[in-house]
């Protein structure tokens, strides 16, 4: 990791700066991804001590503040809200690999019937048939972010799912 540390209005002393790098170095742990570089600056203004953050990763950006009556304290605020945004971010990002914040695996999980290891069948969800204005009106009462059934009409698999503007949508695979 690159840190940048800059002071205003006073100078560090070395075995703060060792112990403000030993801080800092902690977030790495709490990453879910490489961390490339932080921006810490500290300033000294009426008796106080304030140190704002900038820390990149390599498509995000995480942003934070602290104060406190020494240097080392007001740091130790600010790599605590980085850490709290850095485990948040990780939570996303491990909930969406698992499918657990919504997606296909999810909206088929909730109201779809799954197969039992049975002898000749095969696993996974059954897929329902539905006519489509059938399958507008289940989809209406679920609580699924879209409905994915075969059409009675001409045996393609559609979806049905809420527009931006409201409205539902419908779509059919092309063969």
Do not use: C, W
Not at 34 to 48: D, F, M
């Amino acid at each position: 990791m690159q840190i940048e540390t800059t002071t205003r209005h006073f100078t560090l002393g070395d075995d703060q700066v060792e112990a403000i790098e030993a801080d800092l170095a902690k977030l790495e742990k709490f990453s879910p991804r490489p961390v490339q570089s932080l921006k810490l600056i500290i300033t000294h203004e009426a008796g106080r001590f304030s140190a704002d953050s900038v820390l990149h990763l390599k498509t995000q950006e995480f942003r934070a503040k602290g104060e406190g009556m020494e240097p080392e304290y007001a740091v130790t605020e600010m790599v605590e809200s980085l850490r709290k945004q850095l485990a948040k971010f990780k939570g996303k990002i491990s909930g969406k690999q698992k499918g657990e914040e919504g997606g296909l695996g999810r909206a088929l999980m909730g109201e779809m019937e799954y197969l039992e290891d049975e002898p000749g069948q095969p696993e996974g969800f059954l897929l329902r048939d539905f006519e489509v204005e059938d399958a507008k009106s289940i989809f209406k009462t679920s609580g699924v972010p879209f409905l994915v059934f075969r059409n009675v009409a001409n045996s393609k698999v559609g979806v049905i799912y809420r527009r931006a503007d409201g409205e539902l949508g419908h779509m059919e695979s092309t063969n």
